[in-house]
């Protein structure tokens, strides 16, 4: 094996890293295959030019390994691919204004959950197990922190 093999196994290597650890999620193949690169590199550069050679090749393949991988993260092409937003609501913020006894009529099929009207407002609730048709009129049994559980009148 030449130098210039070499040379292209431990780009190969990377690269396959790389891809593996920023595009292609969990340990697959991509990454194996990376990984058996840069070993089986580092070992024929011992093997074929002696140990001193094999020392400047394992420092320097994990040295550009890891300069190119903090590269990699540190890169702003990386946030136009990643997912970005978040979540800011909260589910049946107004559920203290309610009381165990408040008729309402369901608007979806609660089966075990669903969507209820009280009043004029729409919030959803939860049956203990129940399924009830929409336009039913139901009664608020239990309210559990943000949740609400309700039964068929």
């Given at each position: ?8 196994l431990?780009?190969l290597g990377i ?16 990454g194996?295959?990376g990984?058996?690169a840069l070993?089986l ?9 002696g ?51 408040d ?11 669903g ?11 939860s ?6 048709d929409p ?13 609400i ?5």
């Amino acid at each position: 094996m030449s130098w210039i093999i070499i040379l292209i196994l431990i780009a190969l290597g990377i690269l396959f890293l790389i891809l593996e650890l920023l595009i292609i999620p969990g340990t697959s193949f991509v990454g194996i295959i990376g990984l058996v690169a840069l070993v089986l590199s580092v070992y024929q550069t011992f093997v074929l030019y002696g140990t001193s050679w094999g020392i400047v090749s394992l420092i320097g393949t994990t040295a550009v390994s890891i300069a190119l991988l903090v590269l990699s993260l540190r890169s702003r092409t990386w946030k136009k691919a990643m997912l970005s937003t978040s979540i800011n609501s909260k589910a049946n913020l107004g559920a203290e204004k309610y009381e165990v006894g408040d008729e309402g009529k369901s608007i979806s099929r609660i089966n075990p959950m669903g969507k209820a009207q009280f009043g004029d407002e729409y919030i959803e609730v939860s049956t203990y197990g129940d399924f009830i048709d929409p336009n039913s009129l139901i009664r608020i049994i239990s309210i559990d922190q943000n949740k609400i559980y309700v039964e068929k009148i």
